[in-house]
T-cell receptor
């Protein structure tokens, strides 16, 4: 069966410090991969998605970037964190049905606090 | 502009009653719509998908309807239980049938009181 891992679970970082969040998926190949951010009490904001190795689509212009160095690995990075980067970061994967109606499977999330 | 609106941020229901949550959308023409459940501090969990040619879909105590004319989906939980308390999110593709991404509504927080 498929499993999705995210780490770390929680992170407290000072403003201006770098960030690297990692997500890995097991039990499937060539998944679509996604990074979302959820601010406290708010909805899910899609940040990046990837349909294959090295293919990244950015949804919001900001100081974050994403990379997919391997088929089942998705990394979210920042060179300098802002206070506004605080939130709950979720990684998700989906399959590739022809109809496109793929449900998404989410990881446990990383709670990031920027001070 | 495109919008997904879920009725009321919070809904409080007496145990045993039917909870009905609404998802309205504007300037989308989705081929399908999905519903997810999210518990505090956890990622969303997929519940149901309904396609444009399906009026209704059921799964145990859950029922979803999809009215493409009204641009609305209703999500029902019958015989509600305190364990059903969570935030429920609807999601749909930004294009007719985007194979790559879906857009989430902001969710409705459902509380079932004993």
């Amino acid at each position: 069966s498929q499993t999705i891992h995210q780490w770390p679970a929680t992170l407290v970082q000072p403003v201006g410090s770098p960030l690297s969040l990692e997500c890995t998926v097991e039990g499937t190949s060539n998944p679509n991969l996604y990074w979302y951010r959820q601010a406290a009490g708010r909805g899910l904001q899609l940040l990046f998605y990837s349909v294959g190795i090295g293919q990244i689509s950015s949804e919001v212009p900001q100081n974050l970037s994403a990379s997919r160095p391997q088929d089942r690995q998705f990394i979210l990075s920042s060179k300098k964190l802002l206070l506004s980067d605080s939130g709950f970061y979720l990684c998700a994967w989906s399959g590739h049905r022809k109809r496109g109606d793929n449900e998404q499977f989410f990881g446990p999330g990383t709670r990031l606090t920027v001070l | 502009s495109q919008k997904i609106e879920q009725n009321s941020e919070a809904l409080n229901i007496q145990e045993g009653k039917t909870a009905t949550l609404t998802c309205n959308y504007t300037n989308y023409s989705p081929a399908y719509l999905q519903w997810y459940r999210q518990d505090p501090g956890r990622g969303p969990v997929f519940l149901l998908l309904i396609r444009e040619n399906e009026k209704e879909k059921r799964k145990e105590r859950l029922k979803v309807t999809f009215d493409t004319t009204l641009k609305q989906s209703l999500f029902h939980i019958t015989a509600s239980q305190p364990a059903d308390s969570a935030t429920y999110l609807c999601a749909l593709p930004p294009g007719y049938s985007s194979a790559s991404k879906i857009i989430f509504g902001s969710g409705t927080r459902l509380s079932i009181r004993p």
